[in-house]
């Protein structure tokens, strides 16, 4: 349906999406167990070649990693936005100006170097 | 396809999201949610069809896996996606139907003195498409082709330039604010530039980079900036 310019979603689309929404909210990683140490974690994602997002507090530590030569991080990303938005991989915590790292093997199909 | 920026100048926003098949192998493949209940996770769009995009993979996820480990471990897997609704995403043009063919560049073969024919044999699929110079006076010049009729192309607004004979040109079959879909190579990854237009697709094209012969016998590539209009994420007013 549109109004003037405006395209507003019928009733059916409204809820296929928040079904969708409670799909997809169902399917989110929890991300590292209870109890589990940090490292451990971003270790295993890191031996699977995973997309990894740090906090500044757990970015340092993983600095000195052996595994982080093997990662590019989205400097491009944390210069124009200061980071990336979600849940830091070691620490658990939501929010704003996580580092975000790609494997280097498939970088280059994520951001521009 | 690669996060390029957010039309609300945020920041990208990444989530692990278990995957409900195979994966891809490569990144930037736009994920949907499933439509039937038997399904357990993020599924890959379609070439021509992305209908409620949970968001574009950022990683190439392991194997999937339904059977219990010996290990104990885990057999979920996950694959990370930026789910922001309102991004544009840079996406490669590709040459036919797999990513990373080069586009073809098309010799004009009767000169036009007015800029308002091209002898390219295009076919009826780029008839509102888009072409640009290849070589020659009018290198990187984009026009949009209103009409083809045989070997000819009509571009709405003349070339600059007189196009001589000999002079190439890339075709692609959509353009920037155009209203119909893209298609998406079957790695997911690039745009079919070759691939006529889908009505179902709700991939949109907003920014067009177009290069020349001797930028692309460089390594470069030509690309569009794409939204995904159909997003799980996105208000009830699109």
Known sequence: ?113 | MKFSYSFSGNAPVVKKYQIGETWGSVTGIPAEIPTLSDTDGVLMCETTSCVDVVGVSTDVPVARNTAQQTSNADPATYVSLIVNPGVSYKAYLSGGATSGTALTALSNTVASTNGLLTTLALGTAYDDGYIWGATGANVRILRKVTAVAGTNETPIIAFPYDIAVGDTFYPATFGPGEAAGIQLTTALDEIDATADLQSTNNLRCVDFYQLDASEQDQGHRSYAEIVLLDHLFAGSIT
């Open chain 1, 1 to 113: 349906m549109r109004i003037g310019r405006v395209r507003v979603l019928s009733a059916q689309k409204r809820e296929q999406r928040r079904q969708g929404r409670r799909k997809a909210a169902a399917r989110e990683s929890k991300g590292r167990t209870v109890g589990r140490t940090e490292g451990s974690w971003v270790s295993d994602l890191a031996a699977i070649r995973q997309s990894i997002l740090l906090c500044w507090a757990c970015d340092a530590k993983w600095k000195g990693a052996k595994e982080r030569l093997d990662y590019d991080e989205a400097k491009g990303w944390t210069k124009i936005w200061g980071g990336v938005v979600g849940k830091c991989d070691g620490c658990r915590q939501p929010g704003h100006q996580r580092r975000f790292y790609a494997h280097a093997s498939i970088s280059d199909g994520v951001f521009d170097r």
